[in-house]
């Protein structure tokens, strides 16, 4: 039709070549609800290609020493960040999260990743002791487990999938990806440096698609021996489900429902735009309207504001930062994750109560407590019943500690030495001399 804009297309990446696939799901431009990109609607047999050239890749990958597969992730960084403003430019678009955004926090860290990872593979050490009695050395060896199925969310896109290809590759796994439906052109973006960065052929394999027909074959497949999921807890049941018959190395990092808990002695200064910032940088109606059926108050946003947007953007997704108060701890909007810009307002009167209440709920996976009193900020910490606690700040990460939730957040931890003891097996050796 004349004047219909051109579709992007994506291609499955496999054996280090771009694939066409014989069906396409839409994907929209979340500012305007058009379709602006078509994603490979995958199954079984693309999953098939992928993991053989991962398999095949594995050895030569493998034997390579860490300071040469540290030099490969390395030049990925260099790479993509010489794109910075490219990939900030496609995220931004395909994500529904701000340009600035994009440009500071998701891209900066993609390239973080891979440079974090590329430096700490070369300095983790191993284990020995003696039995001189005996006449025997005892010491440890860790090896890559073998083909890495990665499953990364929609709402972080090119910096959770980076957060576990670094990691495996490091480890020197080779690794079939499956990056959201929703959010899939950074992904495919990043394939196109891989080659010129000197990765080989199949050892980075990312296969576009569903969850039912990608994921669940993905998972299923009885040659990939670990699988690292972030996602949503239904779906980490259904993976469970699935490896549980081989036996696979899971990590599961699941939905969270974090406390900010502001005590009266806080540094209001510092405390209330970090509170805005974490409260409102996730861009879900139905959760407001059913606050309102509960008795809950509206202060501001959906139902109070009017949205006002230019005429291209009336049919994108947009909401109103919404503030709700008078709302009961039994309520949807304060058990469950709302992935939109909404946040609930609740008083509380001691130490005791805020730390039982913030527990109640079935997520563990951070949590924020704002207060000058250092004892007090020690004590809470200590018992929240979060796998993350940060005090008088938010979103300061130290990458070599561990990440990861408590309780229906997850399962396993990430960073320096969690990600290296997931992607590899520890054997003990004992030599008698």
């Given at each position: 039709?004349a ?25 929209y ?17 693309e ?7 991962a ?8 034997s390579?020493?860490p300071?040469e ?22 995220e ?14 998701d891209i ?46 929609w ?28 959010t899939?052109?950074?992904?495919w ?11 080989p ?34 779906t ?9 018959p081989?036996?696979?190395?899971l990590?599961l990092?699941l ?51 009017k ?31 709302i992935f ?13 109560e ?29 018992k ?10 938010w ?39």
């Open positions: 039709m004047g219909t804009k051109a579709l992007l297309m994506l291609e499955n990446f496999i054996d280090g070549k771009f694939l066409p696939c014989s069906s396409y799901i839409d994907s431009d979340p500012s305007t609800g058009e379709v602006y990109c078509r994603v490979p609607n995958s199954g079984k047999d999953i098939e290609a992928a993991v053989k050239a398999r095949e890749a594995f050895p030569g990958w493998s390579r020493s300071q597969r540290s030099r490969v992730l390395n030049q990925v960084a260099d790479l993509l960040e010489q794109s910075l403003e490219e990939f900030a430019q496609a931004s678009k395909d994500q529904g999260k701000t340009l600035a955004l994009a440009r500071t926090m900066p860290r993609s390239v973080q990743n891979f440079r974090f990872f590329a430096s700490s593979i070369l300095h983790h050490t191993s284990e020995c002791t003696q039995m001189d009695h005996l006449g025997c050395m005892h010491y440890t060896v860790r090896t890559p487990v073998g083909v890495a199925g990665l499953i990364s969310p709402n972080l896109p090119l910096y959770l999938l980076t957060w576990k290809i670094a990691p495996a590759m490091a480890a020197g796994n080779t690794v079939v990806a499956k990056p959201s439906e929703l899939s052109v950074t992904a973006m990043l394939c196109t440096l891989l080659g010129k960065a000197g990765v052929p199949g050892v980075v394999n990312i296969v576009f698609g569903t969850g039912p027909r990608v994921g669940e074959a993905l998972v299923s497949h009885p040659e990939v021996p670990l699988i690292s999921f972030t996602g949503s807890q239904p980490a049941e259904r993976i469970t489900q699935l490896s549980a081989h036996c696979k190395k990590s990092e939905g969270g429902k974090n406390p900010a808990i502001i005590f009266e002695d806080a540094n209001l200064d510092e405390c209330i735009p970090a509170t805005v910032r974490s409260s409102f940088a996730n861009q879900v109606r139905s959760y407001v309207k059913r606050a309102l059926a509960e008795g809950a108050q509206i202060w501001c946003g959906e139902g109070v504001d949205l006002n947007l230019p005429a291209r953007n009336q049919a994108g997704y947009f909401m109103l930062p919404t503030v709700i108060t008078d709302i009961k701890d039994e309520s949807c909007c304060m058990t469950e994750e939109g810009p909404v946040t609930c307002v609740v008083p509380f009167d001691s130490e005791e805020v730390i039982e209440r913030a527990n109640n709920v079935k997520y563990g996976l951070a949590a924020t407590v704002w207060s000058s009193n250092v004892g007090r900020v020690h004590r809470v910490a200590k929240l019943q979060s796998g993350l606690v940060w005090t008088n700040c979103l300061i990460r130290e990458l070599n500690l561990p990440f990861g939730g408590m309780k229906s957040s997850g399962i396993g931890r990430e960073g320096a030495k969690d990600s290296y003891d997931f992607f590899t097996e520890i054997k003990t050796i004992t030599v008698k001399h």
